[in-house]
Structures are given as C-alpha cells and as structure tokens.
C-alpha cells in the first residue's frame, strides 16, 4: 500500500526539549517523528521514509555526521534533504556539514519560526511528498515492533546475544565507526 500525505520530518537529537520545541514547531504543517537515540537511526529511516532529515551532530555513540554520511551512501535515501541543526558554528563544520550532503546547515540557538520558515521553503522546492509505503500509524507500529525486538531474546539458541543497550543498528555501524575514527586522528579536520 502507497500512502500520500504531507511531508515527513525525521528530527533526530539528544536533546529532549530541543525534540520538543521542534515537534510542536513543525508538527501543524509537517508529519513529524523526533528520536532522542540516533543509534537505530538507519533502522527508522527505512521505516518512516521521510523527506527531510534534521539532525544534531553532536550526540552520544553515533553522531550526526555519522548519520549523514551512511543515509546519503545508500541510493534509496538520496532524495532526503538534510538539514543540520547545531551548536557546532565554526566553519570547518559548516563546510564539513555541507561536503558530507546537508542541504542546509543551522546554528544554535534557533528561533523556531525560521526554523519552521527554512523548512517550508524546502519542502516548497520539493514539490508534492513522495509516495511512502507506511501510514503513520503502521510506522507507529512497525516502531514498537522494532523497539520490542531490540529488548527480546534471541529465538535461535545458537546465535549470540546482543547486549540490552546496543541495538542491531549499532553492529552494523561498528567497523565504519572504527574507520572513522582513524581516518580522524589522520587528518582531524577536512578543509
């Protein structure tokens, strides 16, 4: 089933009253989806299909450039416009921000109507939202579903467990984790 609507908003930052500020910013014109844990943030991306990603950098475990640069190495996420949002302002990051595929880069502090102005003049760009395979409310779903997967026990009494505090999404990003790192230590910054 193909579902058509308004445009989707994936806001992805460890900041609850940020999430909160933005959802109730964005949430009269835009369906938004806010996620405080950016580690299963590949998973919910799949799931929610949204057109416009705003993300933090700076965040515990996987950061937004992180976010940014995996999201854009996959060709079923091309489409997404990508706004960083963060109190990184130096312009090594704004450069760094933009090389990696954000089509806009924000500071913080923000004031919630430009924000909400950007985002309008975005998605005006756009023009109609792209068909999604999910209603909200199947991935509502589908994300208690991934969320009570991430806490159960393993079926196969073979496989390994997987510790409660690291989800299938973070295995997967380990060794491009461990790349990164290193690569950052050689150069530090990208100019």
């Not at 909200?136 to 969320?147: E, F, G, K």
Request: aromatic share 6%.
């Amino acid at each position: 089933m193909i579902t058509q609507s308004r445009f989707r908003v994936l806001v992805i930052d460890d900041d609850k009253d940020i999430l909160d500020m933005i959802n109730i910013t964005l949430s009269p014109t835009f369906e938004v989806l806010t996620l405080q844990d950016s580690v299963d943030a590949l998973e919910i991306i799949d799931v929610f299909e949204p057109d416009i990603l705003i993300v933090d950098i700076m965040m515990p475990k996987v950061t937004g450039y992180q976010i940014i640069e995996l999201m854009r190495q996959n060709p079923k996420h091309q489409h997404v416009v990508v706004v960083v949002l963060s109190a990184k302002d130096s312009s090594r990051d704004i450069k760094y921000g933009y090389k990696l595929g954000a089509n806009l880069y924000l500071t913080k502090p923000f004031q919630p109507d430009r924000l909400l102005k950007n985002i309008q003049m975005l998605s005006t760009g756009m023009g109609k939202p792209r068909p999604k395979s999910y209603s909200m409310r199947d991935v509502q779903l589908r994300l208690q579903l991934l969320a009570t997967k991430k806490f159960a026990p393993p079926t196969d009494p073979n496989a390994t467990p997987t510790p409660p505090d690291v989800s299938p999404s973070s295995f997967r990003l380990r060794r491009p984790l461990a790349q990164e790192a290193d690569e950052q230590e050689k150069k530090k910054w990208v100019d």
